[in-house]
């Protein structure tokens, strides 16, 4: 099965390798400290210092493991080039046409997203939305609730 393309910008690319090269040099050595700590405490089969350390250490191996893969099938995006178009690495601002409330996002690929930074992913009921539309264009959002319009306002 051919494995999915992760689709980043310049500085979720940077991010993603900084995250994986503080994990295989301080973490692994952090917790490889731990472990040897908690075996000098004597019997490691009611060790929880022990456990909790093994379970970490799985943990950043497999985050290690995860990343590795990301980078292997990143496609960085250009994400400074201006367009007509929303498309990957656009900044927009839409107005909701219901309470006419602005708000500024970034599309980026499900790796990068993180709504609270007003990053939202190109697979996201928003995010696909606007994809391939213009500045001026309407576009409707199927959500529970039902039906959301925006206008988009702003490319960038």
Same mark, same amino acid.
């Given at each position: 099965?051919?494995?999915?393309?992760?689709?980043?910008?310049?500085?979720?690319?940077?991010?993603?390798?900084?995250?994986?090269?503080?994990?295989?040099?301080?973490?692994?050595?952090?917790?490889?400290?731990?472990i040897?700590?908690?075996? %000098? +405490? @004597? =019997?490691?089969? &009611?060790n929880?210092?022990?456990?909790? $350390?093994?379970?970490?250490?799985?943990?950043?191996?497999?985050?290690?493991?995860?990343?590795?893969?990301?980078?292997?099938?990143?496609?960085?995006?250009?994400?400074?080039?201006?367009?007509?178009?929303?498309?990957?690495?656009?900044?927009i601002?839409?107005?909701?046409? %219901? +309470? @006419? =409330?602005?708000? &500024?996002?970034?599309?980026?690929?499900? $790796?990068?997203?993180?709504?609270?930074?007003?990053?939202?992913?190109?697979?996201?009921?928003?995010?696909?939305?606007?994809?391939?539309?213009?500045?001026g264009?309407?576009?409707?959002?199927?959500?529970?609730?039902?039906?959301?319009?925006?206008?988009?306002?702003?490319?960038?």
């Amino acid at each position: 099965m051919a494995e999915k393309e992760v689709i980043l910008t310049l500085e979720g690319l940077k991010k993603l390798e900084e995250e994986l090269e503080m994990l295989k040099t301080v973490k692994r050595r952090e917790v490889a400290e731990r472990i040897k700590q908690a075996i %000098e +405490f @004597g =019997d490691i089969s &009611e060790n929880s210092e022990y456990d909790d $350390a093994k379970n970490e250490q799985a943990f950043i191996e497999g985050r290690i493991i995860t990343l590795e893969k990301m980078l292997r099938n990143a496609r960085v995006i250009d994400d400074s080039a201006g367009s007509e178009v929303v498309s990957l690495g656009s900044t927009i601002v839409l107005k909701d046409k %219901e +309470f @006419g =409330d602005e708000e &500024e996002y970034t599309i980026v690929g499900t $790796a990068e997203a993180d709504p609270t930074s007003n990053k939202i992913s190109n697979e996201s009921p928003v995010g696909k939305a606007v994809l391939g539309h213009e500045k001026g264009d309407v576009v409707e959002v199927e959500v529970p609730a039902g039906i959301l319009q925006f206008e988009i306002v702003d490319i960038r």
